[in-house]
């Protein structure tokens, strides 16, 4: 049992292993989540879609760009802040001020843990969302994969015309005469 003394309390969450800490990392979901799938909360993971429900940054809605089990903090895209000296560094709000409004099914772990205790509409419904958005990311790889291979190729044909023109006066003439001797 644990304990009531706030002491112990404090003392077990800092203390907890990685494993149970994943837990602690909970947030509610949204009404139409609520509804459909039967429970108040889950925890967080990379790639959720999270409204920030309290703080500066309250009502702005995105992507879930890592959870720290360490320091019991979720980094959001495009929640950052600015230092003093002009870096920025991304804010990490902890999750009871989270409110999750889509979540992300690629794990297939985690749609079982969600699927526990549902209607079986509700598990094929979870299937189809699932391979949605595998779908989706599978989508988005081969559009990266592409981006970097035009790069690639972009970048080799600038370093091809760099090397073919030359690029001060004197390598000019050296060119000049190397051609008339030819």
Known sequence: ???????????????????????????????????????RSFPVAKGDT???????????VDKVAAVDLKKGRVEIEGITLTKAD??????????????ITKLNLTDPVRRARLERGVSEEVKK?????????????????????????EEKEEEAEKEVEETEEPQTEEDKEKQEKEEKNE
């Open 1 to 39: 049992m644990v304990s009531k003394h706030p002491r112990k309390q404090r003392r077990f969450l800092y203390n907890a292993p990685l494993h149970t800490r994943r837990k602690f990392l909970s947030a509610h979901l949204a009404e139409e989540l609520l509804v459909k799938y039967d429970r």
């Open 50 to 60: 999270v409204k920030i429900m309290r703080g500066e940054f309250k009502g702005h």
């Open 86 to 99: 002009g870096k920025k560094v991304p804010k990490l709000i902890h999750p009871s001020d989270l409110m």
């Open 125 to 149: 419904e979870i299937e189809k969302e699932a391979e949605e958005q595998i779908r989706e990311m599978e989508e988005q790889k081969l559009e990266e994969e592409q981006k970097k291979k």
